[in-house]
């Protein structure tokens, strides 16, 4: 092998990508990364370029309120060394059950997760509308919805952290409901996960379905985004117009070969900032 033939074969491959984009490329731990331990995580997702990544409870990485001072600081160090960010840790708690002892509860170990998001190195945690109970008013649930998010949003003020409202649920998801819930917190620390469903074009349509809440927005959750029965690139000019910088998280099957399908992601995403 010649001087020049070593030389190729070490230099980096050239970047054809002509438009860096302002968004930011993650996932969240479901399902694609739910088997996963965070030296894993953290690995996978350097390999495929991917910034950032959201933690969603119960999966294989461990990062719960269950954990040490000692071993939050392990997680926090792990991230804080690799170029993975640790964007936000993914809840289940909701705030619609008429069950007020419930409720508290539910309200209370949101709090301890907030303080493990700061502890660990996150910037968030997300949290979801999941039902509108029967025999109870809509309006309602969702006044009750978004009273324990302005506790909750106060309180993650405090903490550094923001909470993010993943667009969720039977009858929560459509956007006039989130909006809602949105306006009775009435805080600047509680957000909106837009959630890419098919409930966004409901109603009035995606443009107006998007307008009632894109100044709330602080997170995105992306499916697959070969299916052309959603309009990613209309969302995606949106997020633009809007000069969003947050994180877009692919939220996408399991995989047997996932960091591959994750780099094919990558491609098709950026292809979509190519055309902004």
């Known amino acids: 092998m010649t001087r020049d033939q070593t030389f190729a074969a070490d230099a980096p491959a050239k970047s054809f990508i002509v438009r860096q984009p302002r968004m930011k490329l993650g996932t969240v731990t479901y399902n694609l990364a739910q088997d996963w331990d965070v030296p894993t995580i953290i690995k996978n997702c350097e390999a495929a370029k991917f910034q950032g990544v959201e933690l969603r409870t119960s999966h294989k990485h461990g990062v719960e309120v269950t954990l040490s001072r000692e071993q939050r600081a392990e997680v926090r160090k792990r ?15 909701d705030y619609h059950t008429p069950d007020q002892a419930e409720l508290k509860k539910d309200i209370a170990a949101t709090k301890d997760y907030i303080v493990l998001a700061q502890e660990v190195g996150a910037t968030g945690v997300k949290v979801r509308p999941n039902a509108l109970p029967k025999d109870v008013p809509v309006e309602r649930t969702l006044e009750q919805i978004g009273r324990s998010l302005r506790e909750l949003g106060v309180f993650a003020k405090d903490h550094g952290q923001v909470i993010r409202l993943e667009v969720h649920g039977s009858g929560t998801s459509l956007l006039p409901n989130i909006k809602r819930i949105i306006d009775v917190a009435d805080h600047p ?21 998007f307008d009632l809440v894109k100044n709330k927005i602080n997170a995105v959750h992306l499916r697959d985004l070969f299916l052309e029965d959603y309009p990613f690139r209309k969302l995606f000019n949106r997020l633009n117009d809007m000069k969003y910088t947050g994180y877009c998280l692919a939220e996408i099957p399991a995989s047997t070969d996932p960091v591959r399908v994750m780099k094919y ?9 190519e055309l902004l």
């Open 79 to 93: 991230f804080a060394d690799s170029k993975v960010e640790l964007m936000g840790l993914g809840s289940a708690f």
């Open 189 to 209: 620390s509680v957000g909106v996960c837009w959630n890419s469903n098919p409930t966004d074009l409901a109603g009035d349509g995606f443009d107006k379905n």
């Open 265 to 273: 992601f990558r491609a098709l995403w950026l292809s979509y900032q």
